[in-house]
């Protein structure tokens, strides 16, 4: 079976639209009920289903930025419009480059990311060069393009909860985020800023699909990538020995979502923390340091007395690592010692 990705990349002139913009103009593209067009209309209809089931849009295109944007914002017959993307990369840099930068600005992998291009050329140039990228083959025929998309493997899912739903919405406040950062003279300013709030709950059973996702989908910040299913989760919500927290956050930019899960044993005045894991859309905010916090405290009031947590290294979740060993003394955490950023408000 296909990893699941998080990410399409597109380029423009060929894929979403037919003909070349800066040659052809904005009323001379292919994008028409016709025949010729109707291809691409119906491509792009793919491709909002997707988004709206979560998958994140960014483009990667050679183009005038101002000719590009102009198509995306008035055309009348693009389905696909300006908020649709989460990042985009329109100019006349190499392809290469601008996919490593979307994948930092978008805080994901490249091995998480599909790109869509009709240049041949542009498509070995992104094997050779970052071959985690998929790169499937794009019909010559256009009329083929909605069948291609949607006989990729990568983007099958049994369960659509509300976070998938709000994925694109996310990519677009981060932007806002990053933006906003940049006003503020230290990292600090930015977030006394934010107004950030965390939410933690336990053993809800109507999480239970988003925290199974999570545990499938999470791999920097995940402290022993063991994925499990919605059923096993709700058992271990059931179970007195065991607890299901998750962490939910917002801020003055908007709701985060379910960001942050635990599994914990609890044995007595231990707590084991079998697994930690939090999306990588919201590193090093002091979110991770909060959920804790907030764990620790329902630890405290039940007798437990330090957090125990598991680690098993994968090639991804050195972030995670780093959180343990600047946190832990050899992953113990006495629960006097779990501390709540003073930026953040537990809710």
């Not at 240049?119 to 291609?148: F, G, H, N």
């Amino acid at each position: 079976m296909a990893e699941l990705k998080k990410c399409i990349v597109l380029d423009l002139d060929g894929t979403l639209w037919g003909g070349v913009i800066g040659e052809d103009g904005k009323d001379g593209i292919l994008l028409s009920m016709d025949e010729k067009g109707e291809h691409f209309i119906a491509f792009q209809q793919g491709l909002r289903d997707l988004h709206d089931r979560g998958i994140i849009l960014a483009i990667n295109s050679k183009n005038n930025p101002d000719d590009a944007l102009d198509v995306i914002r008035t055309h009348p017959n693009m389905v696909l419009k300006e908020h649709h993307f989460a990042a985009t990369r329109i100019n006349w840099n190499d392809k290469v480059q601008n996919m490593r930068e979307l994948a930092e600005e978008l805080n994901i992998g490249l091995d998480s990311m599909v790109f869509l291009d009709d240049s041949t050329l542009q498509r070995e140039a992104i094997k050779s060069a970052l071959p985690e990228v998929a790169v499937p083959e794009m019909p010559v025929d256009s009329a083929l393009y909605t069948e291609m998309l949607l006989s990729l493997p990568y983007f099958k899912s049994d369960v659509l909860t509300d976070e998938d739903k709000m994925r694109g919405n996310f990519y677009v406040t981060e932007r806002l985020r990053t933006k906003a950062e940049t006003r503020f003279e230290s990292r600090q300013a930015f977030l006394d800023s934010l107004g950030l709030a965390v939410r933690v709950v336990r053993n809800d059973r109507n999480a239970a699909p988003r925290i199974a996702q999570l545990t499938e989908k999470t791999n920097q910040f995940n402290t022993n990538k063991i994925p499990k299913t919605e059923e096993e989760i709700q058992t271990l919500m059931e179970s007195p020995d065991t607890e299901v927290f998750y962490a939910e956050a917002r801020d003055r930019y908007g709701d985060h979502g379910i960001i942050a899960a635990a599994l914990v044993q609890k044995n007595g005045v231990v707590w084991n923390v079998d697994t930690l894991l939090m999306s990588c859309r919201v590193f090093e905010r002091g979110i991770e340091d909060a959920f804790v916090y907030a764990i620790a405290e329902a630890a405290q009031k039940e007798g437990g007395e330090s957090l125990v947590f598991d680690f098993t290294p994968t090639e991804k979740n050195d972030p995670a690592k780093l959180f343990l060993q600047s946190r832990t003394q050899g992953g113990i955490l006495h629960n006097a010692d779990a501390a709540l950023p003073p930026w953040i408000t537990i809710l």
